[in-house]
């Protein structure tokens, strides 16, 4: 016997994964964590037996319902799996999911079309962050094809504005949870900051890399990637996010000089595999790191005037562009975050998973 949960498979920006209503769901948290490990097919490195694509980034869920939080009208739950593990993250936000959530709604019959376009308030139950999401609802109907396009997406989409309303320590304490815009880790110069993503940004030459290696180089890079690992487990506690060494955050960023006429070169590992792009969040966090003076960005990027300043941050298969808005009054603050993203519904349906688990009668 089996047991059918609703679900819509759904891109959302360069990530991708099924999407429920909250209410299709086991309330029981360790009971939804092993629904959700069944219905991906964790932990498996393949997940060839559930819905997962083997990849950190086509290892996500989204979790929908209407919001009680008076002005909001959704609220997501982000659950962040790993193919060859057993473990529901729940604690980080995803700002490519984040992409899908509206359109999901809408599909669903949560919340009504507004006429040409559709602007509904979000709130991140993660992190307890809100945003505006806007997409194109003509005749009632999400559309999804259009002319937008984003790097690491094959083809043109229809835009989704996501603006964002108050990210800074998003799971840390604040912007720059050590107190310092600059920190030292055995000797290597790190910024730590979470505007949106809790990250440790460093410079590639200080770890005797260019920044511009590809993904499969710096994957394959296994020192790096010890020197990597140990400096995030120090981070972790300085950043008072205790042990990490189960955590999918911090994520971890080289920093390197842009070198196709961008703002700043990136390499981000999420946090243990080098991600083909670079999160929605985690390219946020990294332009905040780049408006701010005495950060191991300040030197490298190259940023334009203004107190509206789009930050193009470069990474492996294109880049990613931020609008950033700074206080008048202090420009080393932002006080507003936008960009770009697409989604597209790939299936609806229904996903199944063994009776035994939904029961609650798997070890």
């Not at 920093?255 to 083909?276: K, M, N, Q, W, Y």
């Not at 300043?309 to 006080?335: C, N, R, W």
Request: proline residues 6%.
């Amino acid at each position: 016997m089996q047991t059918p949960i609703p679900c819509l498979f759904m891109r959302g920006g360069t990530s991708r994964g099924p999407f429920f209503l909250d209410s299709d769901l086991p309330a029981e948290t360790a009971l939804r964590d092993r629904v959700l490990l069944a219905v991906m097919g964790s932990p498996d490195k393949r997940q060839i037996d559930g819905l997962g694509g083997a990849h950190p980034l086509t290892s996500k869920v989204g979790i929908v319902r209407k919001s009680a939080v008076a002005g909001v009208d959704l609220d997501f739950l982000f659950a962040q799996l790993q193919p060859d593990k057993d473990v529901v993250d729940t604690t980080p936000n995803c700002g490519n999911m984040l992409a899908a959530v509206v359109p999901f709604a809408l599909e669903r019959g949560l919340v009504a079309a507004q006429g040409e376009t559709t602007t509904l308030r979000v709130l991140t139950l993660n992190t307890d962050m809100q945003c505006d999401i806007t997409i194109r609802t003509p005749g009632g109907h999400v559309e999804y094809e259009g002319e937008a396009r984003i790097d690491g997406v094959p083809g043109t989409s229809s835009p989704i504005s996501i603006n964002f309303l108050d990210t800074a320590g998003s799971v840390c304490s604040g912007l720059l949870p050590t107190g310092k815009v600059r920190d030292e880790i055995d000797g290597m110069a790190v910024t730590c900051i979470d505007n949106g993503m809790p990250m440790v940004l460093f410079r590639a030459a200080d770890m005797g890399r260019t920044g511009r290696e590809s993904v499969a180089e710096l994957n394959g890079d296994v020192e790096l990637k010890a020197r990597i690992e140990a400096l995030r487990l120090k981070a972790g506690p300085l950043m008072g996010l205790g042990d990490v060494s189960a955590k999918s955050y911090p994520k971890m960023c080289l920093l390197a000089a842009p070198a196709e006429g961008g703002s700043i070169g990136t390499r981000c590992f999420i946090p243990h595999v080098c991600h083909d792009a670079i999160g929605v969040l985690a390219a946020v966090t990294v332009a905040t790191g780049c408006v701010l003076e005495g950060s191991v960005a300040d030197g490298l990027a190259v940023m334009p005037d203004g107190l509206v300043k789009t930050v193009a941050v470069e990474h492996p298969t294109g880049e990613f562009s931020v609008e950033l808005e700074l206080d008048p009054a202090d420009p080393q603050k932002v006080i507003r975050a936008a960009l770009l993203r697409t989604a597209r519904l790939l299936m609806k349906g229904e996903v199944m998973v063994p009776a035994s688990v939904w029961e609650g009668k798997s070890s």
